[in-house]
């Protein structure tokens, strides 16, 4: 069985990432070091690569990236369905 893993939704509003998601990543990787655990960073829609790196620096081990035109613009049942 592989390492667990925290998951953090990266909220995104007009195509630009809210600060709160850095936040939680990095908040999400102190927790993740401490308990032995990864952090994996969920990216629905366009993929915004320019910001990639930038989770990486706030802690995130991995970057699961979901596009989909459905997924442009938050709807509850296609992001629920993406993330399930």
Do not use: H
Request: net charge negative; with cysteine.
């Amino acid at each position: 069985m592989g390492k667990k893993e925290i998951f953090v939704f990266v909220e995104k509003r007009l195509e630009q990432v809210e600060m709160v998601s850095l936040e939680l990543i990095s908040e999400a990787a102190r927790l993740a070091e401490k308990a032995g655990m990864s952090v994996s960073a969920i990216l629905l829609g366009k993929g915004n690569e320019e910001y990639y790196q930038l989770f990486f620096e706030c802690g995130a081990n991995k970057i699961i990236v979901v596009e989909n035109p459905l997924l442009d613009d938050y709807v509850t049942e296609p992001f629920a369905q993406a993330l399930t």
